[in-house]
């Protein structure tokens, strides 16, 4: 059974850096597109990133592009995400996930597998 498990989230202050790590065990992340989400108290998850299972394509949302990179370590078959210049709108539960359905990987529903998340609190 796939697992994907979050951490790293904690509290920064804004303008701040934080790398979020997700294991991923039961399968090799080489074989799985693998993407970053988050959700904010009262809001829809929303699409940061993905990363293709080559790791050759990666895209992001327009509203982390530039500051949040999306990078793999197949060794460890962990998953990162590199945030930096945190501002308070960043505050949520980041959630990492992995095997696309199809194409609109933007899309929540499109993802198979899902780690528990990890909460990144952004303050000032």
């Known amino acids: 059974q796939v697992q994907l498990v979050e951490s790293g989230g904690g509290s920064v202050q804004a303008g701040g850096s934080l790398r979020l790590s997700c294991a991923v065990s039961?399968?090799?992340?080489?074989?799985?597109?693998t993407s970053w989400f988050r959700q904010a108290p009262g809001k829809e998850r929303e699409f940061l990133g993905r990363?293709?299972?080559?790791?050759?394509?990666?895209n992001y949302a327009d509203s982390v592009k530039g500051r949040f990179t999306i990078s793999r370590d197949s060794a460890k078959n962990t998953l990162y995400l590199q945030m930096n210049r945190l501002t308070p709108e960043d505050t949520a539960v980041y959630y990492c996930?992995?095997?696309?359905?199809?194409?609109?990987?933007?899309?929540?529903?499109?993802?198979?597998?899902w780690g528990q998340g990890t909460q990144v609190t952004d303050s000032s």
């Open positions: 996930a992995a095997g696309n359905r199809g194409s609109n990987y933007h899309a929540e529903e499109q993802w198979v597998y």
């Open positions: 039961g399968r090799t992340i080489s074989n799985y597109a």
């Open positions: 990363i293709s299972a080559n790791g050759y394509n990666r």
